[in-house]
Structures are given as structure tokens and as C-alpha cells.
Nanobody, 116 residues
Framework: QVQLVESGGGLVQPGDTLRLSCTAS????????MGWYRQAPGKQRELVAR???????DHGEAVRGRFNISRDNAKNTVYLVMNSLKFEDTAVYYC??????????WGQGIQVTVSS
């Protein structure tokens, strides 16, 4: 059974830093492209960042230069460090593990709220 468990969300102020973690089980983690997506109320889910099995990364335009994705294959964990948080970063953040279309899994989502 595949599980993706997200942690690290919460309520922060603008300009703060937050680190999300997603730990996977039930998959060969190192083979998977891991990603973070987010969905704000009334908006479509969007890519935040993803990291490929070779370690290369791709960050969405809205977060480029502020957020950084990384992975630790020994811990089956992907991280998202979010710097300089803005009000518009408020959303539910989802972890995704992708190998092929038939092998794509989602976490339950974790709330990040940026508010003063």
C-alpha cells in the first residue's frame, strides 16, 4: 500500500520560512519523480516544484527563486523549503509521487496559511 504523508504546514506571517516534508512508503522512492502541488480556494491545482529521479528540479514560475525542492532517497522523503512567503502562497499543498500515469500517487494535503 502506497502512502505519502505530508508534514510541516501551518500558519505563518508574510516573509517567513516554512519547510514541508513528504515521506513515502510502499514505492521504490528513488525511481519516482516527486513533486509538490498546491490548490488555493476557487483555483485549480498548480505545480509548485518537482524533482526528478536524477535530482534535477523544476520550479513553478510563481515560486521560482523563493522555494526549493530537494529529496533524500535514504529517508524516502521530499522537502519543500518555502522562503519569503506571501499571502498568495496560502493553499493546500499536496505531495505527488509519479513514475508512469498508472503509478501516480497523492498525499492527503496539508494547509499552509500566510497571514498577518
Amino acid at each position: 500500500q502506497v502512502q505519502l504523508v505530508e508534514s510541516g504546514g501551518g500558519l505563518v506571517q508574510p516573509g517567513d520560512t516554512l519547510r514541508l516534508s513528504c515521506t513515502a512508503s510502499g514505492i521504490i522512492f528513488s525511481r519516482y519523480r516527486m513533486g509538490w502541488y498546491r490548490q488555493a480556494p476557487g483555483k485549480q491545482r498548480e505545480l509548485v516544484a518537482r524533482i526528478f529521479s536524477d535530482g534535477s528540479t523544476d520550479h513553478g514560475e510563481a515560486v521560482r527563486g523563493r522555494f526549493n525542492i530537494s529529496r533524500d532517497n535514504a529517508k524516502n522523503t521530499v522537502y519543500l523549503v518555502m522562503n519569503s512567503l506571501k499571502f498568495e502562497d496560502t493553499a493546500v499543498y499536496y505531495c505527488n509521487a509519479y513514475w508512469t500515469p498508472a503509478y501516480s500517487y497523492w498525499g492527503q494535503g496539508i494547509q499552509v496559511t500566510v497571514s498577518s
